[in-house]
């Protein structure tokens, strides 16, 4: 069955760094888009960042547009979100997902989604 | 980057009612809005794509409409297990974005 399991949150000082690893299995991930998509503490979904099956191109919310980075290793069937100068609004559950909907398209395929892993900034 | 309005941000309603939700976009993203539901403590399951297509599973109470700027989303017949958060989320174009949600209690 398809796995995505989040890790590498925690707590980080404002200005700081942290990488979030997500693991898939079940499926064959060189051969799917992914996101990241994060909801801070009691409030609504914040979509953060794409990245297609081959990390060709790569797209970014305004609101970590420059500070974010996604990557993958199809290798290692793992997705990456490398995130610099964080503020306390980054503050949210992180969670990898393989949205079964394309940009401009209209077949919908199963979604996955991680458990989520939980970033906090505060100092 | 196109903005998306939920309404109404909360509302109550009862078992057996008919719910509607909308959603608007700032600019036109033809049909390609979808519905997620979220339930406390769990990830969002989609329920609609391209405004009206049901994701496979999901029950035919709920249903999608519209185009352009304006999408509702129905529940013909609340059930006990609807009582969630709703999302729209726009897949026109990069960034993908969320409305703010609209929660459906019980009244």
């Known amino acids: 069955q398809v796995q995505l399991v989040e890790s590498g949150g925690g707590v980080v000082q404002p200005g700081g760094s942290l990488r979030l690893s997500c693991a898939a299995s079940?499926?064959?991930?060189?051969?799917?888009?992914m996101h990241w998509v994060r909801q801070a503490p009691g409030k609504g979904l914040e979509w953060v960042a794409f990245?297609?099956?081959?990390?060709?191109?790569?797209y970014y919310a305004d609101s970590v547009k420059g500070r974010f980075t996604i990557s993958r290793d199809n290798s290692k069937n793992t997705l990456y979100l490398q995130m610099n100068s964080l503020r306390a609004e980054d503050t949210a559950v992180y969670y990898c997902?393989?949205?079964?909907?394309?940009?401009?398209?209209?077949?919908?395929?199963?979604?996955?989604w991680g458990q989520g892993t939980l970033v906090t900034v505060s100092s | 980057d196109i903005q998306m309005t939920q309404s109404p941000s909360a509302m109550s309603a009862s078992v057996g009612d008919r719910v509607t939700i909308t959603c608007r976009a700032s600019?036109?993203?033809?049909?390609?809005l979808a519905w997620f539901q979220q339930k406390p403590g769990k990830v969002p399951k989609r329920l609609i794509y391209?405004?009206?297509s049901l994701q496979s599973g999901v029950p035919s109470r709920f249903s999608g409409s519209g185009s352009g700027t304006e999408f509702t989303l129905t529940i013909s017949s609340l059930q006990p297990e609807d009582f969630a958060t709703y999302y729209c989320?726009?897949?026109?174009?990069?960034?993908?974005?969320f409305g703010g949600g609209t929660k459906v209690e019980i009244k």
């Open positions: 990245i297609r099956y081959d990390g060709s191109n790569k």
């Open positions: 997902a393989k949205i079964g909907i394309a940009v401009a398209g209209t077949r919908g395929f199963d979604d996955y």
């Open positions: 391209a405004s009206s």
């Open positions: 989320l726009q897949h026109n174009s990069y960034p993908l974005t």
């Open positions: 600019q036109g993203i033809s049909n390609y």
């Open positions: 079940g499926f064959t991930f060189s051969s799917y888009g």
